[in-house]
Protein backbone atom coordinates (compact mmCIF):
# COMPACT_ATOMS: atom_id res chain seq x y z
CA UNK A 1 0.00 0.00 0.00
CA UNK A 2 3.06 2.27 -0.46
CA UNK A 3 3.24 4.20 -3.67
CA UNK A 4 6.78 5.08 -5.59
CA UNK A 5 7.74 7.13 -8.06
CA UNK A 6 11.10 7.67 -9.58
CA UNK A 7 12.08 10.20 -12.32
CA UNK A 8 15.39 11.81 -13.38
CA UNK A 9 16.73 9.22 -16.03
CA UNK A 10 17.91 10.22 -18.85
CA UNK A 11 21.08 9.80 -21.88
CA UNK A 12 24.52 11.96 -21.07
CA UNK A 13 27.61 11.59 -21.49
CA UNK A 14 30.71 9.25 -19.74
CA UNK A 15 31.78 11.52 -16.95
CA UNK A 16 28.75 13.32 -16.87
CA UNK A 17 26.30 13.49 -13.58
CA UNK A 18 22.57 12.47 -13.37
CA UNK A 19 20.38 13.12 -10.23
CA UNK A 20 17.01 11.00 -9.57
CA UNK A 21 14.69 11.11 -7.27
CA UNK A 22 12.20 9.42 -5.42
CA UNK A 23 8.93 9.69 -3.99
CA UNK A 24 6.89 7.67 -1.49
CA UNK A 25 3.37 7.92 -0.51
CA UNK A 26 1.07 5.90 2.17
CA UNK A 27 3.61 5.64 4.27
CA UNK A 28 5.69 6.46 7.78
CA UNK A 29 9.40 7.80 6.53
CA UNK A 30 10.60 7.18 9.90
CA UNK A 31 10.26 3.67 9.91
CA UNK A 32 11.10 2.42 6.47
CA UNK A 33 14.39 1.88 4.09
CA UNK A 34 14.47 3.33 0.78
CA UNK A 35 16.80 2.14 -1.74
CA UNK A 36 17.54 2.13 -5.08
CA UNK A 37 18.29 -0.64 -7.91
CA UNK A 38 19.13 -1.29 -11.32
CA UNK A 39 18.82 -3.70 -13.85
CA UNK A 40 19.43 -4.45 -17.61
CA UNK A 41 18.02 -6.94 -19.89
CA UNK A 42 18.89 -10.55 -19.04
CA UNK A 43 21.05 -9.54 -15.80
CA UNK A 44 19.46 -9.83 -12.77
CA UNK A 45 18.71 -6.86 -10.20
CA UNK A 46 21.33 -4.76 -8.60
CA UNK A 47 21.53 -3.64 -5.20
CA UNK A 48 22.77 0.11 -5.68
CA UNK A 49 22.54 2.62 -2.46
CA UNK A 50 19.90 2.84 0.34
CA UNK A 51 18.78 5.24 3.11
CA UNK A 52 17.13 3.88 6.35
CA UNK A 53 15.40 6.07 8.24
CA UNK A 54 14.83 4.63 10.74
CA UNK A 55 18.53 3.98 11.38
CA UNK A 56 19.87 7.49 9.50
CA UNK A 57 22.45 5.22 7.63
CA UNK A 58 23.35 5.45 4.30
CA UNK A 59 25.02 2.86 2.65
CA UNK A 60 26.14 1.55 -0.89
CA UNK A 61 27.33 -0.94 -3.82
CA UNK A 62 30.92 -1.09 -3.76
CA UNK A 63 30.56 -0.32 -7.94
CA UNK A 64 29.24 3.10 -6.87
CA UNK A 65 31.08 4.24 -3.47
CA UNK A 66 33.12 7.49 -3.97
CA UNK A 67 30.48 8.89 -7.50
CA UNK A 68 26.69 7.84 -6.05
CA UNK A 69 25.60 10.03 -3.15
CA UNK A 70 22.00 9.92 -1.27
CA UNK A 71 20.40 13.23 0.32
CA UNK A 72 17.13 13.54 1.46
CA UNK A 73 13.86 16.56 2.39
CA UNK A 74 12.18 15.50 4.78
CA UNK A 75 9.73 18.09 4.07
CA UNK A 76 8.77 16.41 0.70
CA UNK A 77 9.53 12.82 1.69
CA UNK A 78 12.15 12.56 -0.99
CA UNK A 79 15.42 10.78 -1.54
CA UNK A 80 17.20 11.83 -4.19
CA UNK A 81 20.37 9.90 -5.89
CA UNK A 82 23.68 12.05 -7.39
CA UNK A 83 25.30 10.05 -9.71
CA UNK A 84 28.88 11.94 -10.71
CA UNK A 85 31.73 10.54 -13.09
CA UNK A 86 29.24 8.66 -14.94
CA UNK A 87 30.77 5.14 -16.86
CA UNK A 88 28.82 3.11 -19.50
CA UNK A 89 28.29 0.38 -17.27
CA UNK A 90 26.18 2.21 -15.18
CA UNK A 91 23.66 2.10 -18.03
CA UNK A 92 20.48 0.50 -16.57
CA UNK A 93 16.85 1.22 -15.40
CA UNK A 94 17.06 2.15 -12.43
CA UNK A 95 14.21 1.17 -9.51
CA UNK A 96 13.23 3.01 -6.22
CA UNK A 97 11.52 0.68 -3.73
CA UNK A 98 10.70 0.42 0.04
CA UNK A 99 11.73 -1.69 2.52
CA UNK A 100 9.71 -2.22 6.16
CA UNK A 101 13.77 -3.89 7.33
CA UNK A 102 15.68 -1.00 8.83
CA UNK A 103 18.49 -1.73 6.97
CA UNK A 104 18.66 -4.35 4.38
CA UNK A 105 20.02 -4.70 0.56
CA UNK A 106 17.87 -7.70 -0.76
CA UNK A 107 15.64 -6.61 -3.64
CA UNK A 108 12.76 -9.63 -1.96
CA UNK A 109 13.25 -7.56 1.74
CA UNK A 110 11.83 -4.46 -0.54
CA UNK A 111 7.68 -4.58 -1.04
CA UNK A 112 7.12 -1.70 -2.93
CA UNK A 113 8.56 -0.46 -6.05
CA UNK A 114 8.60 2.40 -8.58
CA UNK A 115 8.41 1.93 -12.39
CA UNK A 116 11.77 2.37 -13.04
CA UNK A 117 13.51 5.53 -14.93
CA UNK A 118 16.32 4.55 -17.78
CA UNK A 119 19.50 6.18 -17.44
CA UNK A 120 21.46 5.93 -20.46
CA UNK A 121 25.67 6.58 -20.40
CA UNK A 122 27.36 7.14 -23.47
CA UNK A 123 31.42 6.89 -24.48
Known amino acids: QVQVVESGGGLVQAGGSLRLSCTASGQTFSRYTMGWFRQVPGKERDFVAAFSWSAGYTYYASSVKGRFTISRDNAKNTVYLQMNSLKPEDTAVYYC????????????????WGQGTQVTVSS
Open 97 to 112: AVSQRVVTSTPSDFGS
